[in-house]
Nanobody
Framework: EVQLQASGGGLVQPGGSLRLSCAAS????????IGWFRQAPGKEREVVSCISARADNTFQSADVRGRFTISRDNDKNTVYLQMNSLKPKDTAVYYC????????????????????WGRGTQVTVSS
């Protein structure tokens, strides 16, 4: 069964850190690009960060650049999102998604380009 499982969310104070994990199973993880997306209440889903299949290239949205770092361990079939200097506006449900990569160097920033999605993990930044 093709599956993605996001974890690591929680409640954190402004300025704090969290590390999200996305564990994959049921497909050739090393051939897939991965993206992290988030959706806040009343807002559309938006891209946060993406990584190519072999981690050659990464993308961070302007909102999180310099604060969030994406990485992956293909031996563990896991992608990570290290989130530092968290702000209340980062509060959202965070989702990871996967798609077969046309090239090991490509990442994809549109949610419509992904065909495997995990259940989200809630991140709440509040004092």
């Amino acid at each position: 069964e093709v599956q993605l499982q996001a974890s690591g969310g929680g409640l954190v104070q402004p300025g704090g850190s969290l590390r999200l994990s996305c564990a994959a199973s049921g497909f050739a993880f090393g051939d897939y690009a991965i993206g992290w997306f988030r959706q806040a209440p009343g807002k559309e889903r938006e891209v946060v960060s993406c990584i190519s299949a072999r981690a050659d290239n990464t993308f961070q949205s302007a909102d999180v650049r310099g604060r969030f770092t994406i990485s992956r361990d293909n031996d563990k079939n896991t992608v990570y999102l290290q989130m530092n200097s968290l702000k209340p506006k980062d509060t959202a449900v965070y989702y990871c998604a996967a798609r077969a990569a046309r090239s090991s160097r490509y990442y994809y920033t549109q949610s419509t380009e992904y065909d495997v999605w995990g259940r989200g993990t809630q991140v709440t930044v509040s004092s």
